[in-house]
């Protein structure tokens, strides 16, 4: 009986350290194409919302750090792409901003699994309160 225990209990550390582990490829999560219309849009695993905007960077910025867990892991010209972290097992969401023509969009999605359970959609539905949008 303790072998089936010791086998779950490496299981379960080698599952947690491939989720923190795991290469981060930013450019997989570049949003390219045109701007999506403006609105939200839920999807299986994300989100996406676009609204008009006039602000810069330093103001969602200011926003996108005051998140817990929340780093910036890539920067192009117009777009900038963050990664927040569960709590307890450490699953990545990826979050693009991208900044185009007097709007913001922000597309929050995950890596692992089919559902994110609203995580990304509230996450950005924050985002948005605090920058008043």
């Known amino acids: 009986m303790s072998w089936v225990l010791w086998g779950v209990l490496l299981l379960g550390v080698g599952f947690a350290s ?3 582990l795991a290469p981060q490829e ?3 999560w570049r949003v390219t194409g045109p701007m999506a ?3 939200d849009q839920a999807e299986a695993g994300g989100f996406r919302a676009v609204r008009a905007f006039e602000g810069d960077w330093g103001a969602v910025e200011a926003v996108v750090f005051g998140t ?11 777009q900038r792409l963050y990664v927040t972290r569960s709590a307890l ?3 990545p969401d990826y979050t693009t901003v991208r900044l185009e023509g007097g709007q913001i969009e922000i597309y929050g999605r995950l890596r692992f699994g089919k559902s994110d359970l609203g995580v990304n ?3 950005i539905r924050g985002w948005l309160a605090d920058l008043k949008l």
């Open 26 to 28: 930013a450019a997989r």
């Open 121 to 123: 959609q509230a996450r």
């Open 89 to 91: 097992w450490g699953f």
């Open 68 to 78: 817990p867990r929340t780093r910036a892991l890539a920067v192009w010209e117009n």
């Open 37 to 39: 219309a403006l609105g």
């Open 18 to 20: 491939y989720v923190r």
